[in-house]
């Protein structure tokens, strides 16, 4: 989130932030987004009998700050059909791998426990399945042998707060086209090289 406010203080950025919303009162990106003059808001699902009636009480929010796009990060509850339909390719969320591998939780323990060379992260359209939908972007990071889960999240978050701004810009610029499950971005350019791990040696 933090990455998000500071790339759309950038000038030129297309996209404004114009409220942060948490259903935890204790959140910290809610007292960032204030130092930031950010509005903020907090919806606690606890007050709600069915998560029908909190995504509802989300929805009524959005619409009043008259929203264009959603940003997920670190929004650790999922959202129902209703709520991602009527949002519907209006909704980004950024997870911790390379996406359709290791969805769910403790990907960076399942990653390195799976033995893969490459995990990384990954921005995508919400649909209503779990970490599901069009890939807008990703970027790959190589697992090192003595690699922690704690260790291996840190280099992947610092890909994070590359790649979800690069996204909401793509987004916000209309440069991102649906076509069926494939998130088709206008005049992207091509990368062409590749990443080995281990790293080749020297002949």
Request: with cysteine; aromatic share 6%; proline share 5%.
């Amino acid at each position: 989130m933090q990455s998000l406010v500071k790339a759309c203080a950038q000038p030129n950025f297309p996209a404004e932030i114009v409220s942060v919303l948490s259903n935890n009162l204790e959140a910290a990106g809610l007292k960032f987004a204030a130092d930031h003059a950010i509005a903020t808001q907090v919806i606690d699902h606890r007050d709600y009998a069915t998560r029908d009636e909190f995504d509802a009480k989300i929805t009524d929010y959005l619409e009043k700050m008259d929203v264009d796009l959603i940003c997920l990060a670190g929004f650790m509850r999922l959202l129902t059909e209703n709520f991602v339909n009527r949002w519907r390719d209006r909704i980004l969320n950024i997870h911790p791998s390379l996406l359709p591998a290791f969805k769910g939780l403790h990907v960076h323990e399942r990653a390195i426990e799976s033995g893969t060379r490459f995990t990384g992260c990954t921005v995508h359209f919400v649909r209503p399945e779990m970490d599901d939908g069009p890939i807008i972007a990703q970027a790959a990071v190589p697992i090192h042998s003595d690699d922690t889960a704690d260790v291996l999240a840190a280099r992947i978050l610092e890909q994070e707060h590359r790649i979800y701004p690069l996204a909401l810009k793509l987004v916000a610029e209309g440069r991102v086209k649906i076509m069926g499950s494939i998130a088709k971005i206008d005049g992207a350019e091509l990368q062409d090289r590749s990443l080995l791990n281990p790293k080749p040696e020297d002949h």
